[in-house]
């Protein structure tokens, strides 16, 4: 395929990945083929529909073998992102955004035009008002509560809240009331489950119907089926896995099919070593943990420091048996979505060998 970017140094199909220009993030085809079925096997058995957010890949390719595996719909974070997989052939998209401004709600009316189903989420009377102020007059947008179930970001505070907001979206011109929506902290199952019922409650006492309750998130994803007033959930992460999910206990080293590869440029002093992997590669998001990614096969080896190309490890627990200069390393990162948007291309390989490369289509679209 053409690649925007010509004249990166790309690996081509069957080069062998030890042979590849670093740094790189690369996918592991079969563990990721395997980390779709396992988490679509999961929701069918409950009986969930599931919404894969494309955040983590931003690649069409990947959101149809999630879908071809027994996804309904994806969810999208931000408009542009939705316009690209709109282009892709995607007819069923939620973004879960409160969006304001002239032209970005002209080319939100603009894909509910193309789209057979297409919803937002809002969580603020001046956020209704703004979409209706917009769509009135014009094909309906489907618009769900967010709701605050302890996450502590966008949402309504209290299950009055949702049907005070549900009414003013359904008495608006240009809008339709869809349901709800949420993003809880990590093990807040319970929590989750008393706020939607009671909020589910309090619709149907008012007359409104609540056809989508959509529970979300990876760091949630195996709880999914302790929340059943949801219809469906959202996740994203799980598609590659990463340090967060090897914590969470999500999924063991041999489920990261993204692994970030980096070559030791230094070895300046006793402990201490230098990869071509810095904040441009791994980001300095630290995600909870005290470094910035984990070393596969060398666990004691801390990436203690990052500037923008260079990363800064601590190697004096495994001075003598870590990588020489000019030598490859393999790092699980902490989050991988963040990852995956610092480059332009992706590499794909099997069992070691080059399998595609591909434009990461939705690259930098963060509005």
């Not at 690369?26 to 679509?40: C, F, K, P, T, Y």
């Not at 603009?110 to 008002?129: F, P």
């Not at 809880?184 to 199952?189: D, E, L, N």
């Not at 601590?314 to 200069?325: E, M």
Request: proline letters at 6%; aromatic letters at 6%; glycine letters at 8%.
């Amino acid at each position: 395929m053409l690649h925007a970017r010509p004249y990166e140094m790309l690996p081509e199909v069957g080069d062998r990945i030890a042979d590849i220009p670093t740094p790189r993030p690369i996918i592991d085809e079969d563990v990721m083929a395997a980390n779709i079925a396992r988490v679509q096997a999961y929701m069918d058995g409950h009986g969930l529909a599931f919404r894969p957010h494309i955040k983590t890949h931003k690649l069409p390719s990947i959101a149809k073998a999630q879908v071809a595996a027994g996804a309904r719909g994806i969810n999208c974070q931000k408009v542009t992102e939705a316009e690209v997989f709109a282009d892709a052939g995607f007819d069923d998209i939620l973004i879960t955004y409160n969006i304001h401004g002239a032209r970005k709600l002209d080319r939100l009316a603009a894909l509910n035009d193309r789209l057979a189903s297409l919803k937002v989420v809002a969580d603020s009377r001046e956020t209704v008002e703004g979409l209706s102020r917009r769509f009135a007059g014009e094909k309906p947008l489907v618009v769900l509560v967010e709701c605050d179930t302890g996450a502590g970001r966008c949402g309504v505070q209290t299950p009055a809240d949702v049907l005070e907001l549900a009414r003013l979206i359904a008495g608006l011109p240009g809008l339709i009331f869809g349901g709800l929506a949420n993003y809880p902290k990590p093990g807040a199952a319970s929590a989750v489950q008393a706020f939607l019922t009671e909020s589910i409650a309090l619709l149907q006492q008012a007359g409104i119907a609540c056809p989508i309750v959509s529970n979300a998130g990876t760091p949630s994803l195996f709880d999914a089926h302790l929340v059943p007033a949801a219809t469906e959930h959202r996740a994203g992460t799980y598609v590659f896995n990463d340090r967060g999910m090897l914590k969470a206990g999500h999924c063991t080293e041999a489920d990261c099919a993204m692994h970030v590869l980096a070559t030791v440029v230094a070895r300046p002093a006793p402990g201490r070593a230098v990869i071509d992997a810095g904040a441009k590669t791994l980001t300095p998001d630290l995600f909870g943990f005290q470094d910035f990614g984990l070393v596969v096969g060398h666990p004691q080896a801390v990436i203690k420091g990052l500037s923008e190309e260079h990363g800064v490890l601590d190697i004096s627990a495994c001075n003598d048996t870590f990588p020489g200069i000019g030598e490859m390393v393999r790092i699980i990162p902490n989050h991988t979505c963040v990852v995956t948007n610092m480059f332009d291309t992706m590499v794909f390989h099997r069992n070691g060998v080059v399998t595609r490369v591909e434009d990461i289509a939705a690259r930098g679209l963060v509005w």
